[in-house]
């Protein structure tokens, strides 16, 4: 049966790759339904993968009897992106709009073969070689100073250099994790881990650029299932997203354009000078 995994970076477009996927006929993309931190504690990390599989089919025969099932949501749906450009609280952060709870895909006609795709970012990059090995695999990325600084703008663990969930499944992550006592250099690291791990262990050919799939209106999913060749929706890039800080992200970028990554492997230098360029009057800077 076509049981597939997505996974890829916090904030590289893979809420809105399930969002899209589930514009295409029999498909249904879920956006982390699935509680993998405590399935880990409670059964052990060697148990997942069987817990996964046995996830899959209880999913798809949930669909197919009542076309109801569980996600992330927003109003009842999977969104295109889980927060909105509001900031709040004491860190002046924006905040997840996202609740785990009931999808309806009432009125989708769905095949007894239909396409399931499942995405958990940190978590099925953790473990990616061993599911590798029951399912396709599929990888989401973005621009490296672009996902910098979502992760800086959001209320999420990786915005303190932390992602739980892949700690508690990948001990050596959490290890080195726990060695950085700097935030940004945690999440300097974040980063190289996730592009490190989906390059060698998916190759470029399974993943797929955000950039490619704001510009072809969704098709560049094709990748993941031919169906997404009929996507043409209007995407519009977040890359330079105004609640971004640019003094923040200048500074990111500066510290990007000096290291070394997987990251270089889809991205060049003058994509994050690009970015960096129109930002440096916002910031007040004259060099």
């Known amino acids: 049966m076509p049981d597939v995994i997505l996974t890829g970076l916090p904030r590289s477009g893979s809420t809105l790759t399930c969002h899209l996927l589930n514009q295409c006929q029999d498909t249904v993309a879920l956006h982390e339904p699935m509680p993998l931190q405590k399935l880990a504690l409670e059964h052990g990390v060697g148990a997942l993968p069987l817990r996964i599989k046995e996830y899959y089919a209880d999913t798809r025969r949930s669909l197919l009897e009542n076309r109801r099932t569980t996600s992330k949501r927003v109003d009842g749906r999977v969104p295109d992106n889980t927060f909105g450009e509001a900031r709040g609280g004491d860190e002046n952060l924006r905040h997840s709009l996202a609740s785990h709870g009931d999808v309806s895909f009432e009125g989708k006609e769905l095949s007894p ?53 892949g700690q508690t499944i990948n001990a050596a992550l959490n290890e080195a994790l726990a060695k950085i006592d700097d935030r940004t250099e945690r999440q300097f690291y974040i980063l190289e881990w996730f592009f490190e791990r989906l390059t060698s ?57 000096g290291r070394h990554g997987a990251f270089w492997d889809f991205y060049t230098r003058e994509s994050v000078e690009e970015m960096m360029e129109p930002l440096r009057s916002d910031a007040g800077y004259d060099g």
């Open 113 to 165: 073969d239909f396409f399931l795709a499942i995405k958990h970012n940190a978590g099925f990059t953790a473990m990616l070689e061993r599911l590798t090995e029951l399912f396709p695999c599929f990888g989401i990325v973005r621009n490296p100073l672009a996902v910098l600084s979502s992760w800086n703008s959001v209320k999420l663990p990786v915005q303190q250099g932390y992602v739980p969930v």
């Open 201 to 257: 262990v998916l190759g470029p050919k399974l993943i797929v650029r955000y950039e490619d799939t704001i510009s072809t209106g969704g098709r560049a999913l094709e990748i993941v299932t031919p169906r997404a060749s009929a996507l043409s929706e209007p995407l519009a890039s977040k890359n330079k997203n105004p609640a971004y800080n640019p003094v923040q992200t200048l500074a990111l970028g500066k510290k990007l354009l």
